[in-house]
C-alpha cells in the first residue's frame, strides 16, 4: 500500500492541478462576462441620467401638467350577461364610490368601462359588447383607430386609415382622444387580418375574470352629465 501510495501521488497531483486550472478558467471567463454586464450597465446608467435631464427641460419647456393620482377599488364579480345581443358583467362594489364611465381593468389591461350602479352593485360593459367603441391607437406605428365591439370574443380595430400599414402581433393602447380613457392603457394586439376586416385578442380573459379593478380618473363626467346612483 505504501508503495501505491507514492505511485499514485503523481495522478493526484496532476488531476488536482488540472481540476484548480479548470476553475481559474471558468472564474476568468465569468470575471469578463461581470465586466461586460457592469459596462453595459453604466451605459443604461448614462442613458436615463440623459433622458431625465432631457424630459426635465421638456417639461418646463411646455410647462407640462402631470397627471393627478388616480384611486381605485377591486370588485367581485357576481354575474354576467353574454349573450347575442349584450356583453356586460356585474360586479359588487359596496359602499364604494364609483363613475360612470370610469375605467374597469383586469390583469393590468383595460376590459371595459362602468355603464350604470344600482345600489351595491355596478354593470360594467365590456370591450366585446356592440354599444362599446374606444379610440385606441397602435403603439409602434402610432395609427389611430377606433376598437369597436360585435358581442364576438376579439372586437375590431376600425375607422384606421385604408393605407395604414398594420400587421399580425402589433400592440394596441387606448390613445386618450374624446376623453373617455386616459392614453396609454393595454388594450390587446392585432390577432388576425382578413381583407379589410382586423379582428383585435384582448390581453385579459374575459371568460376567466372575477375579479376586476374599477378606476377613476375622474374623466367620466365626460361622457354624459353625472352617474347613475
Known amino acids: 500500500m505504501p ?4 505511485l499514485v501521488w503523481p495522478a493526484k497531483v496532476i488531476s488536482g492541478g488540472y481540476e484548480y486550472l479548470n476553475h481559474l478558467w471558468h ?3 465569468d470575471n469578463q462576462r461581470l465586466r461586460a454586464e457592469n459596462e453595459s450597465l453604466h451605459k443604461l446608467q448614462d442613458r436615463y441620467k440623459s433622458l431625465e435631464i432631457e424630459n426635465k427641460l421638456l417639461s418646463d419647456l411646455l410647462n407640462y401638467v402631470s397627471l393627478p393620482k388616480v384611486g381605485y377599488i377591486s370588485a367581485h364579480l357576481v354575474a354576467e350577461e353574454n349573450n347575442a345581443f349584450s356583453q356586460a358583467i356585474v ?3 359596496g359602499d364604494e364610490k364609483v363613475n360612470k364611465g370610469d375605467v374597469v381593468l383586469a390583469d393590468n389591461s383595460v376590459v371595459g368601462r362602468i355603464d350604470k350602479k344600482m345600489h ?5 360593459i365590456l370591450l ?3 354599444s362599446s367603441q374606444i379610440p385606441v391607437i397602435i403603439e409602434n406605428t402610432r395609427i389611430r383607430g377606433v376598437l369597436k365591439g360585435d358581442n364576438t370574443i376579439n372586437p375590431k380595430l376600425v375607422f384606421t386609415p385604408l393605407d395604414a400599414e398594420i400587421a399580425v ?3 394596441i393602447v387606448t390613445s386618450g382622444v374624446s376623453g373617455v380613457f386616459p392614453a396609454g392603457l393595454p388594450v390587446g394586439y392585432v390577432a388576425s387580418i382578413v381583407k379589410n376586416e382586423i379582428k383585435v385578442k384582448l390581453f ?4 376567466k375574470l372575477e375579479y376586476v379593478k374599477i378606476v377613476n380618473y375622474n374623466i367620466g363626467g365626460l361622457l354624459e352629465e353625472g352617474a347613475d346612483d
Open 204 to 207: 385579459a380573459s374575459l371568460n
Open 120 to 124: 351595491h352593485y355596478a354593470k360594467i
Open 27 to 29: 472564474v476568468s471567463e
Open 169 to 171: 402581433g402589433d400592440r
Open 128 to 130: 366585446t359588447d356592440i
Open 3 to 6: 508503495v501505491f501510495s507514492i
Open 91 to 93: 360586479a359588487y362594489i
